[in-house]
């Protein structure tokens, strides 16, 4: 079970955060996504090894940006 | 036809708008909705008589607020 916290840029209401939720849940190995709109944080539970370039994928094909994993 | 222009506020992104006209367009008579994102601006366009109650409950139930018919 690995955590890894990233920052989304461009969120500016709920509909966004379902959105990326939404879209980052079906990156392999994902089981549980956190997002945080008044800060853009968004914490990532996966299995095993974290894809980190799927997870920024799939956060610019629901329309965002990862600014930095921090 | 009749058209009627309202002003909602609350709305942030796409997703607003994309709420709010599948609600209105929900509304019985309406033929037609157009929103701005920018302004709030949102013009419906009506078969016949608009329920203009029926429209402001519809954008409220997508979580938003008609300002004003304007």
């Known amino acids: 079970m690995t955590t890894t916290t990233y920052t989304v840029r461009g969120m500016t209401c709920g509909h966004c955060v379902s959105s ?18 008044a800060t853009g944080r968004m914490t990532v539970t996966a299995r ?21 994993p921090s």
């Open 20 to 37: 990326i939720k939404e879209e980052v849940s079906e990156v392999t190995g994902v089981s549980g996504v956190e997002v945080e709109l």
């Open 48 to 68: 095993d090894r974290l894809d980190d370039g799927a997870v920024k994928a799939a956060v610019e094909a629901a329309g965002y940006e990862v600014v930095a």
